[in-house]
């Protein structure tokens, strides 16, 4: 009886991987495409910020660190130059770091999440800056913030604000699912 109660636990928790996967995946496919159509200045938001800095918000630091790991594996692997875990260190980094405030989660407050996704966004930018231009000599730290991380930011931050209920809502069914499986 025991074993079977943790299959169904795992059965549960495999398929809220999976979901997760595939949530990573469109949100992936989604900042790839569609939103360089709509890419102000050659400037989209970051949503694979959005979404790891999310779930760590929402989770804690595991789940946080899981997206993170797919979110930078898939841009290592698109956008990587050949350097493969370099923005997956960097994603699973937020990931952690979001996770530390999951105690401060209440699904009706925004200010929280919008902080918190601006300030991995912030980061993202200046680890990325570092490791991407400033070791390769491009030292012009202000035209950098001025023209690609503030910009980003902004519309980082607007598309929070449209966004994050539907992931918020995402995670909420994702739960009562695995509840609703304890149950049975």
Same mark, same amino acid.
């Given at each position: ?177 695995? &509840?609703?499986?304890?149950? &049975?």
């Amino acid at each position: 009886m025991g074993a079977a109660l943790c299959d169904k636990g795992n059965g549960a928790g495999l398929k809220r991987k999976i979901l997760e996967l595939i949530l990573i995946i469109i949100t992936f496919v989604l900042q790839c495409t569609l939103y360089r159509v709509i890419a102000l200045g050659g400037i989209v938001p970051n949503l694979l910020i959005l979404l790891t800095s999310s779930f760590g918000f929402i989770r804690g630091r595991r789940e946080g660190m899981f997206v993170g790991f797919f979110a930078g594996l898939f841009t290592d692997l698109l956008f990587g130059n050949g350097v493969l875990g370099l923005y997956m260190l960097i994603y699973i980094w937020i990931g952690y770091l979001n996770g530390l405030f999951s105690r401060l989660f209440y699904p009706d407050d925004l200010k929280y999440p919008v902080l918190l996704i601006g300030i991995s966004d912030l980061i993202f930018g200046f680890v990325s800056y570092v490791l991407t231009f400033l070791l390769r000599s491009r030292l012009s730290f202000t035209y950098y913030f001025t023209r690609i991380m503030l910009p980003e930011l902004v519309y980082t931050i607007v598309a929070t604000l449209l966004l994050y209920r539907f992931i918020l809502s995402f995670e909420t069914a994702l739960s009562d699912r695995e &509840e609703v499986s304890e149950e &049975e």
